[in-house]
């Protein structure tokens, strides 16, 4: 997964990131966006574009928030979103659920 979204764009959705993005895969869950690891580029994009500082390279990654490679990553399986790999999040648009863990968080 070369690109992780992390805690600092939970209720935020800034969007930024998903507006630049070269191959179209940031995805929007209910409270926040997920990388797709298959479709991302590592092109950094969306980290610059960032206005919250959410977004990390996986191997810049603070170790505390380590979890958020899986977030990202589970997303898009079966059991939780069923997305598996769609190829480009415009024509999916907001998906009507969250990762659990992020469900689960206070809002």
């Known amino acids: 997964m070369p690109h992780v979204i992390t805690a600092a764009c939970i209720d935020i959705k800034d969007g930024a990131c998903v507006k630049c993005c070269p ?6 869950g209910e409270r926040t966006l997920y990388i797709h690891p298959d479709e991302c580029i590592d092109c950094g994009v969306c980290v610059s574009a960032c206005p919250t500082q959410a977004i990390y390279e996986d191997l810049r990654l603070p170790p505390e928030m380590a ?9 898009f399986a079966a059991n939780v979103s069923g997305l598996g790999s769609p190829g480009g999040a415009a024509d999916t648009g ?14």
Do not use: S
């Open 94 to 107: 907001r998906v009507a659920c969250d990762h659990p863990d992020i469900a689960r968080l206070a809002g």
């Open 23 to 28: 191959v179209d895969c940031i995805y929007e």
């Open 67 to 75: 979890h958020f490679t899986a977030i990202n990553r589970d997303f």
